[in-house]
């Protein structure tokens, strides 16, 4: 399919504008069978948008009643139910899939300048399983609730009357879901990359991307085991994890935390891989140390296996297990730093274009570095027992999570918009926001650093007085960053209607997905594209008459 520079123009021209994926097909079976990876990756994007204004509706309520000392709008047992599904809906139905199973399954094959995944039909059974599991959640939502906090823990899980065993199904095919997509993409990695597009020459999103599939499919039948164990315990009453029965609780922590410490990798991997695109394109210079990047993104995939045991310094496991967790866990942290330090240099006296993408690369370093650094406190024994339990923990996984994944995906989706929507959005709404959620954050989190260092534990419905200027500051600016993330939604539905329509190339990248139409169209590419070297932009030259960026070959 022939386009112009700006790609303004098709071969098929139609009454609904150039022929695209979006308007190639209509009709809602159309979209609901297809097999198309960009329209399936759209769909997961309004589906994990819509989870996360769940999520962030449930964290509302909470800060809006720990804003004060006392019961400002629900009970104890309600404000128990929010936290724990906050907490379920955000990790299950958004942070683990945003990044890879909507944004990476858009672009992954475009980047590959391929015509779709290996295993279209595989694509489209994965967002089938998040469907079904995601109403498996909103049936445990609307059928009595959880309160046994995210994680599922034994014995709460035989203690409460609550939809334990729904959620847990629901939470068993995500896991599948998860699966699916890994092997996708490890296949289509394989398999499709174009001639001339060695391990070495691809972007280092799909590295991280292929990182992040490993864990997928090597950790979550590790999840889906425990989740099956769980539900014969509850529904036929075998003792596995129930100490009344002479199961043993902690085998619950080892299963499932074996997942999910990987599973934290399967969150910021993908959002790693968006900073090295975003931050050398608005830098205008190569990316700094490309191959350490590379490997480092396998390694913390590998060493992310190894550290599980630090979630349980208090749970009674020897002296000698602990200490070689802690030197473990203190090892993790060398690959991430050296993506940090990589990211810094290829700023350097770089040309750096402060766009909305790049502020929230900006964000996304120094929220992700303060959450990478309070984890070293948390890996070391002696501060471990102090601090476990505490909203110092809360502080840093949400440092660690909301500003490394959550400010990622929104750097990504403001990068991609152009080539998935077609439209541009507005610039200064996109700035003005980005601050504003930026700064809503860290109002939110950092004082829990400080009330958790002094001993406030976390889950607590109630507090004493002399936490209170801290919950309040928290609840503040929880609202702030509300406020912001609701901005960033008007301002991206209003430019579907009333953007500027989006040229191929609006942002002088130079990977393969910019050389196709935005948007895109059906089959990506009439031919297989040329591959260069992705981070080099000398051959990427701007036409001030078009407001585009062309190549030159």
Not at 188 to 197: K, N, V
Not at 198 to 204: A, D, G, V
Not at 271 to 290: L, Q, W
Not at 446 to 464: A, E, I, K, L, T
């Amino acid at each position: 399919m022939a386009t112009t520079v700006d790609g303004k123009t098709a071969d098929f021209p139609t009454d609904r504008g150039p022929l695209n994926y979006l308007n190639c097909d209509r009709g809602i079976l159309s979209w609901a069978f297809t097999l198309d990876h960009k329209r399936i990756g759209l769909m997961y994007l309004i589906s994990i948008m819509a989870s996360l204004g769940l999520g962030g509706l449930f964290a509302m309520l909470i800060r809006v009643e720990l804003a004060h000392s006392g019961q400002q709008i629900v009970d104890e047992n309600t404000y128990n139910q929010l936290f724990t599904l906050h907490g379920a809906i955000m990790v299950f139905l958004f942070i683990l899939p945003g990044i890879p199973a909507a944004l990476g399954n858009f672009v992954l094959p475009i980047m590959l300048g391929a015509k779709d995944v290996a295993f279209p039909r595989l694509n489209l059974a994965s967002y089938h399983l998040w469907v079904i599991g995601a109403l498996f959640f909103l049936l445990a939502l609307v059928t009595g609730g959880l309160d046994t906090g995210w994680t599922l823990y034994v014995p709460y899980a035989f203690q409460t009357d609550t939809r334990v065993l729904t959620a847990g199904v629901g939470a068993f095919i995500l896991g599948f879901s998860s699966i699916f997509t890994g092997i996708n993409f490890v296949a289509t990695i394989h398999t499709l990359r174009p001639p001339g597009m060695t391990w070495f020459k691809m972007p280092l999103f799909l590295w991280a991307l292929y990182a992040t599939a490993i864990i997928q499919v090597l950790a979550t039948p590790v999840l889906g085991i425990t989740l099956l164990l769980l539900a014969a315990e509850l529904v036929l009453g075998i003792g596995i994890f129930d100490p009344t029965k002479g199961g043993d609780p902690i085998l619950f922590q080892h299963f499932f935390w074996f997942y999910s410490h990987p599973a934290v990798y399967i969150m910021i991997l993908p959002a790693m891989g968006i900073m090295s695109e975003v931050i050398p394109t608005f830098s205008r210079k190569h990316i700094f140390g490309y191959r350490f990047i590379a490997y480092s993104s396998v390694a913390i995939a590998l060493l992310g296996f190894l550290v599980w045991g630090h979630h349980m310094f208090v749970s009674s496991q020897s002296s000698l297990a602990s200490t070689i967790f802690s030197l473990l866990t203190f090892s993790v942290s060398i690959p991430s730093a050296i993506k940090v330090f990589n990211w810094l240099a290829t700023m350097y006296k770089g040309s750096i274009a402060l766009d909305t993408p790049m502020l929230y690369a900006l964000s996304f370093i120094l929220l992700f570095g303060i959450g990478g650094l309070t984890g070293l406190f948390l890996a070391t024994l002696s501060t471990d027992v102090q601090l476990h339990d505490t909203y110092f923990v809360v502080a840093h996984f949400h440092y660690t999570m909301v500003g490394g994944t959550l400010i990622a995906f929104m750097a990504g989706l403001h990068y991609w918009w152009p080539k998935i929507t077609g439209r541009m959005y507005n610039e200064f709404w996109g700035r003005l926001c980005s601050i504003g959620v930026f700064a809503g954050f860290n109002l939110t989190f950092f004082p829990q650093f400080v009330m958790g260092s002094r001993g406030m534990p976390r889950r607590y419905h109630d507090f004493p007085e002399k936490f209170e200027i801290f919950h309040f500051l928290s609840s503040i600016g929880a609202f702030l960053m509300g406020l912001a993330m609701l901005g960033v939604l008007i301002y991206l539905l209003y430019s579907l209607f009333k953007g500027r329509r989006a040229p191929a190339n609006p942002w002088g990248s130079a990977t393969l997905e910019w050389q196709c139409s935005s948007p895109p169209p059906k089959e990506n590419f009439a031919e297989t594209p040329s591959v260069s070297d992705p981070y080099d932009y000398d051959h990427i030259k701007y036409d001030p008459e078009k407001n585009c960026y062309y190549r030159v070959n």
